[in-house]
């Protein structure tokens, strides 16, 4: 049984292209109604990519994860589900078949790296052996060569074709094994 009383993350579908739009007006109406008890976060989730340009310069650009949805960390109750419901670019929110929001679960929720991981909650060290959960190199395994706390990054050597490659990935992108 799901626990309404505190905060869980939640799917909202957005119009296609309001995404921002969305993530903006709800965080207006949270200052403007006082709802910091209730809407603790809001997220549209970016990822940098490389982009070639003329003349093989190359530029890093912010890409939206995952196109037209919102997540949103807010403790449910009828009348906060109705207010981001009505606000201008929601389609709806991901629901289960009695209609009511779906909250995310913990491992979804680490997979979309909506919440900062922190270096304790990890219990890295230099030399730890990780799996490393989503990105590029899902299910490759390798070593922690540097933990970077300020940026949440961790540099890891992973063996690809034969060769040690060092790699920098977030701190959500990995799991400690054993």
Not at 4 to 25: E, F, L
Not at 115 to 137: R, W, Y
Not at 153 to 171: C, H, I, N, Q
């Amino acid at each position: 049984m799901i626990d309404m009383s505190k905060p869980q993350w939640y799917i909202i579908c957005a119009s296609t292209g309001y995404d921002y739009i969305v993530r903006d007006n709800i965080l207006r109406m949270v200052e403007s109604s006082n709802l910091q008890d209730y809407i603790f976060d809001v997220v549209v989730p970016e990822v940098e990519e490389v982009v070639e340009k003329e003349g093989g310069k190359k530029k890093f650009v912010m890409r939206r994860k995952y196109p037209n949805y919102v997540f949103i960390k807010m403790i449910y109750t009828k009348q906060i589900w109705y207010m981001v419901r009505n606000t201008r670019g929601v389609r709806d929110f991901c629901t289960s078949a009695d209609g009511k929001p779906l909250p995310m679960s913990p491992e979804d929720v680490k997979k979309a790296q909506l919440e900062k991981v922190k270096a304790e909650d990890l219990q890295l060290e230099v030399g730890d052996q990780v799996h490393i959960i989503s990105g590029p190199l899902q299910d490759f395994l390798g070593e922690v060569k540097e933990i970077k706390l300020d940026t949440q990054k961790v540099k890891v050597s992973v063996s690809m074709f034969g060769r040690d490659t060092a790699v920098e990935l977030d701190f959500g992108q990995i799991e400690k094994l054993g």
